[in-house]
């Protein structure tokens, strides 16, 4: 217990259900995404991050539903726009941590053209993708991660494109922190969602998180998993690159982890009084 002026203070330790709003979350029952909100929590609860201080961003998908179910300033963008509108974000407000989420489809198709921008320019956002390589909200169309050859509603004949390799694509865009996750596996994923928050710079971390109605990798996935070992230099980009690269397997961890220095805590900018008097004055000359 600390005082302020003789008066004694409790800190504040703040618990999971901290994290929660009043929203029940509306995913089908054994969604993977319910597993990456309760890490995204965690870790949350790990590093006692402050709601007023936090501010999450999302596009448009199932996942994206996510910003309504956690305690925080939150942003339902528009599809595939998550990372411009949390750029922004971080921009106007860097005394915030900023989360963008959402899944597959929107960051790897509509919006892959931000990701790639997004690395390069190193902003302190960590990017946590739910990546259940199907469009779920639509119900059941192939995606960009869609294996080569599945069978859905928009390829009747089986899916004639190469699926697209997430992390390759953040580690050859430069990314400074890149891991794997897995729902079925929460304790590791809420520790890589920590890790993501505490690197100074853009961190993206793919969350393999099953869509149990349309696609259900549960059983493949756990066949497929496996921990990258202790010994991987996270600071070698070729090994991290081949780890990206496999298909047949799926590791999890940290692929590759540049750390940076802290820069100093900024504080939030000045509000300026708007001037309206001087706006109007435009129209008028
Ligand atoms: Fe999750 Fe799939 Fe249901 Fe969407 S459709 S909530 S991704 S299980």
């Avoid at 999971?16 to 929203?23: E, F, G, S, V």
């Avoid at 870790?43 to 006692?48: D, N």
């Avoid at 942003?75 to 597959?104: E, F, I, N, Q, S």
Wanted: charged residues 20%; hydrophobic residues 40%; aromatic residues 8%.
């Amino acid at each position: 217990m600390t005082t302020t002026n003789s008066i004694p203070v409790t800190p504040v330790v703040r618990k999971a259900a901290d994290y929660r709003t009043d929203l029940k979350p509306i995913w089908c029952p054994g969604c993977g995404d319910f597993a990456v909100l309760a890490a995204i929590q965690q870790a949350l609860v790990a590093l006692q991050v402050d709601p007023k201080d936090l501010a999450i961003v999302s596009g448009i998908g199932c996942s994206s539903r996510l910003p309504g179910f956690l305690h925080a300033y939150g942003l339902h963008t528009v599809h595939g726009r998550a990372l411009p509108a949390a750029t922004g974000l971080k921009l106007a407000r860097p005394d915030l941590t900023v989360l963008a989420v959402g899944g597959d489809g929107d960051f790897f198709s509509i919006g892959v053209g931000h990701l790639p921008h997004a690395v390069r320019r190193d902003i302190n956002i960590t990017c946590i993708v739910m990546d259940n390589e199907i469009y779920g909200l639509t119900k059941g169309q192939t995606s960009p991660t869609s294996p080569q050859g599945h069978v859905t509603k928009s390829t009747p004949g089986g899916n004639p494109a190469a699926p697209l390799h997430p992390l390759a694509l953040a580690l050859s865009s430069g990314a400074t922190f890149v891991a794997r996750g897995f729902s079925s596996q929460p304790k590791q994923l809420a520790e890589l969602i920590k890790m993501g928050m505490q690197h100074e710079g853009f961190s993206f971390i793919q969350a393999m998180s099953p869509c149990v109605t349309f696609y259900d990798t549960y059983k493949l996935y756990k066949e497929k998993v496996y921990p990258i070992p202790a010994d991987h230099d996270v600071r070698d980009p070729d090994a991290a690159m081949r780890y990206a690269l496999e298909s047949e397997r799926l590791p999890l961890g940290v692929l590759y982890h540049e750390p940076r220095p802290r820069a100093a805590a900024q504080p939030a900018p000045e509000p300026k009084p708007f001037d309206t008097a001087a706006y109007l004055a435009r129209f008028k000359a």
